[in-house]
């Protein structure tokens, strides 16, 4: 999804130069209530794009559907200095051509759906709800707290706004779900359709940023199928939220709650994936993990390690506690600080995963120095290898679908490259583990590295290595977006 800052439009010219449209398409079908749509752009794309998809909209709902598309913002770029025109305007075309009663709804595609969503915050009483396409409310707004039923949609396959941020609000609406009698999965639904991307929800060339950022779609899913897709859950949600028209609220009760389950499904490796390093105990699974395979599994079955996730001011002061229970048992204590990247915009075009794990662990040569009579393997192993092997958990958590189309379209696998070796702990601290995303869905992964031998007398972290580890969920998210993309560089 795109971030233009609103500040941006007070230095163009003044937006009362271009003349707003709102270009109405009546209803196709008899009733006795009416229900309107207001649909606002993403950037880059004219109103009339969401032409064909308001046909949809109508076909799909059983009442008296307005369509209204906001056309000829400047740049062809939705603003919030004019969207409140284009609504006012809406209203007013809506009812002098026959429009009765206040069913009005909302909606906006990408960065119109942010400022439809900031819009609905404080024009709530203009509007029976909202609708992000593609879209969501940003971090600082709860689902549970906004005045309106809104409904979040979008693709699995939608490469600028990635599923891997429509996770975290679909967790968010799962948790209200659990502790909240209201059934909020009803009023504020989140929905992940299989096989659609950005560019579905409306027609026509796409603009070159959605181009360029974009997922091929599954070969099935043409834009008429996408299209009534979008129409059959957005009818649903105005049927739920309008009790209009009576005889299909059951139906369309059913819909959403279908549409529920089939977007748990869909988020759940990811979630799942996500929680191993993200989590309420504070403690990596990948540090864990990476700390018992090092070792190797000879040394490894006579050591239990627990993790602690630290800040990244405390990385550079800690090392592995060992705890020797017996001769051949011990205990290690790893430190971890789990990095996520750093997005005041909430901007969805990015990766929205940790970009690395900072992991403090005991070395093989430091555990066999303190369990000498412990069997152990020859292996010796980097912060490669561990890579490699995280890699592998996220590839083997990963849906069927996303294998199938990985391999439907021939992506890469990534590349790990040898360590880099840091001098000392502060350039390991400073030494970013890099992540370079190339052509045609290439990604190449190279590791730092901070070894302290057993038998160094300098200091206190004898025996110990600190590695930067590609989180799974890192990995898994170039698995479900970034290796399908075509032709980027």
């Known amino acids: 999804m795109f971030s233009i800052p609103v500040l941006t439009f007070a230095f163009i010219l003044p937006v009362s130069v271009f003349a707003l449209e709102a270009k109405v398409l009546k209803p196709t079908k008899n009733g006795t209530f009416d229900v309107g749509i207001i649909i606002t752009p993403g950037a880059d794309i004219a109103g009339e794009a969401y032409e064909q998809l308001g046909i949809k909209l109508q076909e799909a709902f059983n009442g008296r559907m307005w369509i209204s598309l906001l056309c000829d913002f400047p740049f062809n770029t939705p603003n919030p200095l004019q969207l409140g025109t284009g609504v006012s305007e809406s209203i007013s075309k809506f009812k002098d051509a026959g429009f009765q009663g206040k069913n009005i709804f909302l909606a906006g595609h990408s960065l119109g759906g942010v400022f439809v969503g900031s819009y609905g915050l404080n024009h709530w009483s203009q509007l029976k709800g909202v609708m992000l396409f593609a879209s969501y409310l940003t971090r600082s707004h709860r689902l549970r707290d906004y005045p309106l039923p809104v409904l979040t949609i979008s693709g699995d396959l939608d490469g600028l706004t990635r599923i891997t941020r429509i996770v975290d609000t679909f967790e968010e609406l799962e948790n209200e779900t659990l502790h909240n009698p209201t059934p909020l999965n009803l009023i504020t639904p989140v929905i992940v359709m299989r096989g659609i991307n950005h560019g579905h929800f409306a027609s026509g060339n796409m603009p070159p940023n959605v181009l360029k950022h974009d997922l091929p779609v599954d070969k099935d ?110 205990h290690v204590q790893t430190y971890s600080n789990v990095v996520v990247p750093f997005d005041p915009e909430d901007v969805s075009l990015n990766p929205q995963t940790p970009s690395e794990i900072q992991s403090v662990m005991k070395s093989k040569e430091g555990m066999i120095e303190l369990l000498p009579g412990v069997p152990h393997d020859s292996r010796n192993l980097t912060c490669r290898d561990l890579n490699k092997f995280l890699y592998h958990v996220a590839l083997n958590a990963s849906s069927s679908l996303a294998h199938n189309r990985s391999v439907e379209r021939n992506s890469p696998e990534i590349t790990f490259h040898d360590d880099g070796i840091s001098g000392n702990v502060l350039n390991w601290t400073l030494d970013s583990l890099d992540l370079k995303y190339g052509a045609n869905g290439a990604l190449d992964v190279t590791s730092y590295a901070f070894i302290v031998a057993a038998d160094d007398k300098g200091g206190k972290m004898a025996g110990t290595i600190h590695c930067k580890l590609l989180s799974p969920y890192r990995a898994m998210e170039w698995i479900y977006i970034d290796s399908l993309k075509r032709n980027v560089s």
């Open 221 to 330: 899913i043409t834009f008429d199928i996408a299209h009534s897709t979008i129409a059959s859950h957005v009818s649903n949600f105005i049927t739920v939220n309008t009790g209009l028209p009576k005889e299909d609220y059951a139906k369309a009760t059913a819909g959403l709650k279908g549409a529920y389950t089939s977007t748990q499904n869909i988020i759940k490796p990811l979630s799942k994936i996500k929680a191993l390093d993200t989590n309420k105990a504070k403690s990596s699974f990948s540090t864990v993990t990476a700390q018992k395979y090092i070792l190797g599994d000879k040394l490894a079955a006579h050591v239990d390690v627990g993790d602690k996730e630290i800040s990244l001011q405390e990385i550079d002061f800690y090392e592995p506690d060992v705890q020797l229970k017996n001769k051949s048992f011990a």
